[in-house]
């Protein structure tokens, strides 16, 4: 993913300056012992809670890609993510193929988002992840405009199959490098059960959890 989007950038901007950069990220610092926890296509009415009592005996904090529709129904939820100080990114606001949309429309679907969060008294978002991690020149001139960084991930925990804890937590405990963004998706009962293992052992091996917004190198590419 991130030697697809490098080179992406490349063909279609030329080398990547800092200016160029600071649009898209998919890892951090390799030489910085921390990764991030994301959540896709919450919140979700069922399992959200468990979640957020899964990391809070950690202080850990994760960064949860909120789908507007879904924080416009289930505000008190969005709330609560907030309360408990995870941060809260874009994930637009019906979950389409963004790629697919003209400029104006994947504005738009990031401003709902927002608008959404705004109206429960939170802030704007700094991060948009579209949907399947699709991306074209379209959403990164959406982006340039609206001042967001594009936020992808660098290991993908596949949560979203089915899969049981133990080969969720398998996975990421055999392939998780330094500055990884790691991928899992809330109202997922097994991500919440991976948890605690995936935390432990990390932890033992010197690992960090950040937010996105505090990943070391944020916005570099």
Same mark, same amino acid.
């Given at each position: 993913?991130?030697?697809?989007?490098?080179?992406?950038?490349?063909?279609?901007?030329?080398?990547?300056?800092?200016?160029?950069?600071?649009?898209?990220?998919?890892?951090?610092?390799?030489?910085?012992?921390?990764?991030?926890?994301?959540?896709?296509?919450?919140?979700?009415?069922?399992?959200?809670?468990?979640?957020?009592?899964?990391?809070?005996?950690?202080?850990?904090?994760?960064?949860?890609?909120?789908?507007?529709?879904?924080?416009?129904?289930?505000?008190?939820?969005?709330?609560?993510?907030?309360?408990?100080?995870?941060?809260?990114?874009?994930?637009?606001?019906?979950?389409?193929?963004?790629?697919?949309?003209?400029?104006?429309?994947?504005?738009?679907?990031?401003?709902?988002?927002?608008?959404?969060? +705004?109206? @429960?008294?939170? #802030?704007?978002?700094? !991060?948009? %992840?579209?949907?399947?991690?699709?991306? $074209?020149?379209? *959403?990164?001139?959406?982006?340039?405009?609206?001042?967001?960084?594009?936020?992808?991930?660098?290991?993908?925990?596949?949560?979203?199959?089915?899969?049981?804890?133990?080969?969720?937590?398998?996975?990421?405990?055999?392939?998780?490098?330094?500055?990884?963004?790691?991928?899992?998706?809330?109202?997922?009962?097994?991500?919440?059960?991976?948890?605690?293992?995936?935390? +432990?052992? @990390?932890?033992? #091996?010197?690992?960090? !959890?950040? %937010?996105?917004?505090?990943?070391?190198? $944020?916005?570099? *590419?």
């Amino acid at each position: 993913m991130l030697l697809s989007l490098t080179l992406f950038l490349v063909i279609e901007w030329g080398t990547l300056s800092d200016e160029r950069s600071k649009y898209g990220i998919a890892s951090g610092n390799p030489f910085v012992r921390e990764v991030v926890l994301t959540f896709d296509d919450g919140p979700r009415q069922d399992n959200m809670q468990p979640i957020i009592a899964a990391l809070k005996p950690y202080n850990v904090y994760a960064t949860f890609f909120l789908v507007g529709k879904f924080a416009e129904r289930y505000g008190n939820i969005t709330l609560m993510l907030a309360r408990a100080g995870h941060e809260l990114a874009n994930h637009s606001y019906t979950h389409p193929r963004l790629y697919k949309l003209w400029v104006e429309k994947i504005m738009r679907e990031a401003e709902r988002c927002d608008e959404v969060l +705004e109206a @429960l008294g939170l #802030r704007k978002t700094r !991060f948009l %992840r579209p949907p399947g991690g699709h991306f $074209n020149m379209k *959403i990164f001139n959406a982006m340039r405009r609206m001042n967001l960084c594009m936020g992808l991930w660098s290991l993908n925990t596949a949560d979203y199959t089915g899969r049981p804890a133990e080969e969720i937590s398998r996975l990421v405990l055999s392939s998780v490098k330094n500055g990884d963004i790691i991928l899992m998706h809330s109202g997922m009962p097994e991500s919440v059960k991976a948890l605690p293992v995936i935390i +432990e052992n @990390l932890r033992e #091996r010197g690992f960090n !959890f950040v %937010r996105l917004e505090e990943l070391r190198d $944020n916005g570099r *590419i």
